[in-house]
């Protein structure tokens, strides 16, 4: 079965700093590995995705995330926080084995970052 | 407007009554997907719709709920004697699906947060 597991509840940095939010997951087939961003009461929005390709994948609001497949890992990262980037964000997997698998998302619990002054 | 739309954005019912919510997805878009988030959690997914047809239902999706997409366009997500448990976060999805590419990121909605009483 397919699962996707955020081993940390909060992580906390401060502005200027680097960060990782670190995501690992599990699928029968090739992942298609995906990050969102979920500010205070609205839905998600996507940050970047992994299908195929470089390892390492760049995405909006200078976001990256680096596909490590003997590590089954996909951790975001951001090489300077800046305080609005605090939120939840939610790692998330699809297998992409099959073209006509249906696409859904299987989503981890959740980060929430807080990105202090 | 060029995203998906869900309406109400908030629902507050009794219980033992029913609810009815609404999601327009991005217009070119053939695929729809709802999906619960309670609190502390990530989004779990319901169900997906190609076009008009429904094509997967999680055990999550009770036979007191039911979904429809009637003209391949908007979708609507129906509870049937809502239970205190059904309070969440419901949140609509949809995104392109091409038979080469495999299926393209998924945009999400605002959601609509149900609390039953």
């Known amino acids: 079965a397919q699962s996707v597991a955020q081993p940390e509840d909060q992580v906390n940095v401060a502005e200027g700093n680097p960060l990782t939010v670190k995501c690992t997951y599990s699928v029968s087939g090739n992942p298609y590995l995906f990050w969102y961003v979920q500010y205070p009461n609205r839905g998600l929005q996507f940050l970047l995705k992994y299908i195929t390709g470089d390892n390492l994948v760049k995405g909006s609001y200078g976001f990256e995330a680096e596909f490590n497949k003997s590590q089954t890992s996909f951790h975001l990262k951001k090489p300077s926080a800046l305080v609005s980037d605090s939120a939840l964000y939610f790692c998330a997997v699809r297998d992409g084995k099959i073209y006509n698998q249906g696409g859904k998302l299987i989503f981890g619990q959740g980060t929430e970052l807080s990105v202090k002054p | 407007d060029t995203g998906v739309s869900q309406d109400p954005r908030h629902k507050i019912t009794k219980r033992g009554q029913n609810v009815t919510f609404r999601c327009d997805p991005i217009s070119e878009h053939n695929r729809l997907y709802w999906y619960r988030q309670t609190l502390g959690q990530g989004p779990e997914f319901l169900t997906y719709?190609?076009?008009?047809?429904?094509?997967?239902k999680s055990r999550l999706l009770s036979d007191r709920f039911s979904a429809e997409r009637p003209k391949g366009s908007f979708s609507t997500l129906e509870i049937q004697r809502t239970e205190q448990g059904d309070s969440a976060m419901y949140l609509c999805a949809s995104s392109s699906n091409t038979r080469t590419g495999g299926n393209t990121e998924a945009f999400f909605g605002q959601g609509t947060r149900l609390t039953v009483v």
């Open positions: 719709f190609q076009n008009e047809a429904q094509l997967e």
